[in-house]
């Protein structure tokens, strides 16, 4: 198959056109590099059957794809709160114009949802049925709602013009090739570990989240994307819950050194906890995760060495 991955010189989507291309397709990476890389993707560009396109995906495009993966969106609270009209501009336009395609050549398309559509969650853990706690005006509201609309966009096309959809919500997912200064918890202290440097822990540290490595993320959107009669919405996540504390405990552990923990105040709406709810997963994709926190970080720790030794 031909297809459109978005976003796809970022995190997730490097791993993603790395996994399509050794599947044998024929990738096409989208990407305005706002927080993609080449680095990234340089070795997979001597390969023929990978394109390289820098594109804004709130400007229209047009491709003749199979499949339409779209993750182009800035994932880390602060590069979405860094132009927030921005981030909004690219979840509701880029599902436009990915939805627009999609129902042009009649191609299959995927959206990267996240669990943020459920907020502060009220239930635990979050199942797909429940409908969010999320504040329509604070600083994660544009990342919050552009998804959410985002999805209705989805539902919408799918009702209205027949298109054939995937939605994933996607539970905090690390591993190899997150930026370094990326701002995400497992990111920021791993290198801060790694450097010696104070681990900065936002509020008191007992908020939670549910941690997956990256492999096993890959596994399951491309599960979803190739399983008919499934539209999704569906979770993919680790559901094994740590606090923030927990988690630098661990990384600490892991990588040694002797980093002291720094309290600094709690940004605004950050989620209390999280973890997912997966048997729709397990029941319809025949997906778990197989990868230990202690496992992954031990895989993006050696990662995140080479980065800070060169
Ligand atoms: P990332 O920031 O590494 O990747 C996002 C990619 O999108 C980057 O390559 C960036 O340059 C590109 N991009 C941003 N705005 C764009 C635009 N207007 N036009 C074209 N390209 C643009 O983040 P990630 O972790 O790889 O996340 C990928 C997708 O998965 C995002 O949609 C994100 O919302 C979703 N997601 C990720 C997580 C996670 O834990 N990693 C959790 C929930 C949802
Ligand atoms: N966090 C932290 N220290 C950091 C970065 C983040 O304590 O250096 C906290 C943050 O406040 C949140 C959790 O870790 O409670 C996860 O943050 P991240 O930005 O990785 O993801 P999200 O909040 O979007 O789930």
């Known amino acids: 198959m ?9 995190f997730l989507g490097s791993h993603l056109c790395e996994r399509l ?20 993707i340089a070795h997979l560009l001597p390969n023929p059957y990978f394109e390289l396109v820098r594109h804004d ?15 182009a969106c800035p994932a880390s609270p602060p590069h979405y709160q860094f132009n927030p009209i921005k981030t909004t501009k690219t979840s509701v336009m880029g599902a436009i114009n990915c939805l627009g395609l999609a129902k042009r050549v ?19 853990p979050q199942p797909e049925s429940y409908k969010g706690s999320v504040n329509p005006i604070g600083i994660r509201a544009c990342y919050d709602e552009g998804k959410r609309c985002a999805e209705t966009l989805f539902f919408d096309y799918h009702r209205q013009n027949n298109v054939d959809i995937r939605v994933v919500r996607i539970f905090n997912t690390y591993g190899p090739r997150m930026l370094p200064d ?9 290198v801060q570990a790694l450097k010696g440097e104070d681990i900065t822990i936002y509020g008191d540290g007992t908020q939670t989240r549910s941690f997956c490595y990256v492999d096993d993320l890959i596994e399951g959107f491309v599960r979803l994307m190739n399983t008919e009669g499934v539209t999704g919405p569906i979770n993919i996540g680790n559901p094994s819950e740590f606090t923030m504390l927990e988690l630098a405990e661990l990384v600490l552990k892991q990588v040694g050194g ?6 600094h105040p709690l940004p605004g709406d950050d989620p209390l ?21 202690e496992q992954g970080l031990e895989k993006t720790i050696d990662y995140f060495r080479g980065v800070v030794n060169s």
């Open 2 to 10: 031909r297809i459109l991955i978005t976003g796809g010189t970022g």
């Open 21 to 40: 291309l050794n599947e044998g397709h024929e990738v096409i990476c989208l990407d305005n590099f706002f927080t993609g890389r080449k680095a990234n």
């Open 57 to 71: 995906v709130i400007d229209p495009f047009k491709f003749e794809v199979d499949q339409i993966y779209n993750l």
């Open 106 to 124: 009649k191609a299959r398309v995927f959206q990267a949802s996240t669990s943020e559509v459920y907020g502060d969650p009220e239930v635990h």
């Open 182 to 190: 990326d701002g995400r918890v497992v990111s920021n202290f791993i």
């Open 258 to 263: 002797s980093s002291k923990l720094t309290f």
């Open 273 to 293: 906890q999280r973890q997912p709810d997966i048997t729709l997963a397990k029941e319809k994709l025949g997906w778990e995760p197989t990868v230990s926190l």
